[in-house]
């Protein structure tokens, strides 16, 4: 049960974001080739965050699909399972470029202030 070393690090940096105060609730991207299966990703959650400032807070997952870029021809497409190959020319010569990522987009207080992740903010800005 992978998902239990996952919680740890996303209770982490909600922590982290929180400043110390109560985690209302947290917003993670989730790529599927992570492989979490979200009944269990949510009891580990309530294990590892049991007795700190996130326990009672709910984790909201964010399914992202496998996108992969064709090396040969270029194009970009979504993948169902592996082998990936591209679904315009057929060549398996793919990169695999969204799908794989575990990312906090926000961390929501229990006053209702939201943290969200500088990282995200500044690529959304074009930064």
């Not at 990703?41 to 807070?57: I, K, L, N, Y």
């Not at 169902?80 to 794989?100: K, L, M, N, Q, W």
């Amino acid at each position: 049960m992978h998902e239990i070393g996952l919680c740890e690090g996303v209770l982490g940096v909600a922590l982290d974001a929180a400043g110390g105060g109560p985690v209302r609730r947290v917003r993670l991207r989730v790529g599927r080739l992570q492989g979490v299966v979200p009944e269990v990703f949510d009891q580990a959650w309530e294990m590892v965050s049991e007795g700190t400032p996130a326990a009672g807070s709910r984790v909201q997952l964010v399914d992202v699909a496998v996108q992969v870029r064709c090396r040969a021809c270029g194009q970009e497409s979504e993948a169902d399972e592996a082998p990936f190959d591209c679904r315009h020319c057929g060549s398996p010569d793919v990169e695999v470029i969204a799908g794989d990522e575990l990312v906090v987009e926000e961390v929501e207080l229990a006053a209702g202030e939201l943290r969200r992740n500088p990282t995200l903010v500044a690529s959304e800005e074009g930064v």
